[in-house]
């Protein structure tokens, strides 16, 4: 299932199961590791993960606890990491085909997403030293029992790998924990953001503008109150969004008056057919790249990273 023999011969590995940690041929651990994503294989759910190792760092007895150790801590450091990339992750939960994401700031993670033929897993997933993580075969009630936390609900059955592929983790749980819980929320309101209930949350919780209030705020003395917002919609110095039958502008995209530059830098990172209400969200959503801090926050003292972070959001695959 991989062309590097020198590899296969001089690694081995071990399986994570309910029964215990066995050491297994590479070949057949990985097995494993390819059924959970394959369409044509059946997946055993007591196979929790493997560890792949070079051969001269094994012990010759599977330690059971420093193993189970390794592997939760290899759990949480795949949480933070999956932080990063959850627009992506979230929005494509089901995918019909496998691919590999490499995280920024994550060098020693990477996630296989999606179901696919065994042919392309076995070209695209080689093997190498890390721990593989099945995390569709994580009992909730077990990571419940050990205090880890969950991924959200839509994503424990999604054909989903994690590896980290180094192990020296951290075992910082109350940290990963932390990220993960604000990452959850994050996830939920994801889900909900296209429909009305976070559209009026949006507008409970953010003042928003009419075009009469753009031109008076802006001190336009045009006769066409409404010609100078959508004159600047148009030219895409601001968004609009509509709610109940009325176009709005948040008002945090100006200052004095005016649009703060930035958000045309910001407009023009996303595609062509992106929505006012896709900006909002994208403006309003914790960003754990910043601390959890929502990008509107920073459009009058760190400008240029909010467009960073805009191009990140919109353009992902740059991201890996």
Partial sequence: MHNDSDFATSSSAAVLETSGVHPRPLEEAMKQVVAALSREQSRSRHVYGVVVYRKSRRQSRPNYLAATGTFFRAYLRGLQALSNIMHVVLTHPDEDHLRTLEIKDF?????????????????????????????????????????????????????????????????????????????????????????????????????CWTAAQVAEESTSLATNRAAIASRWVTEKKIFAIEFEAQRLFPRFQFQDGRPIPAVFQVIEAFPQHTTGWDLAYFFVSPNTNVGGRRPFELLKEDPVRVVSLAQAFAHPADVF
């Fill in 107 to 207: 060098g020693d993670v990477r996630v296989f997403l999606g179901r696919s033929s065994l042919k392309d897993i076995k070209e695209k997933m080689q093997p190498s030293p890390g721990i593989y993580i099945i995390s569709s075969h994580l009992d909730s009630g077990l990571l419940e029992d050990l205090r880890l936390p969950l991924l959200p609900e839509s994503l424990r059955e999604a054909p989903l790998v994690i590896q980290v592929k180094s192990t020296n983790l951290s075992n910082d749980a109350e940290h990963a924990t932390t990220i993960w819980s604000r990452w959850e929320d994050d996830a939920e309101t994801a889900i909900r953001k296209d429909t009305l209930q976070w559209r009026r949350q949006f507008i409970s919780q953010y003042e």
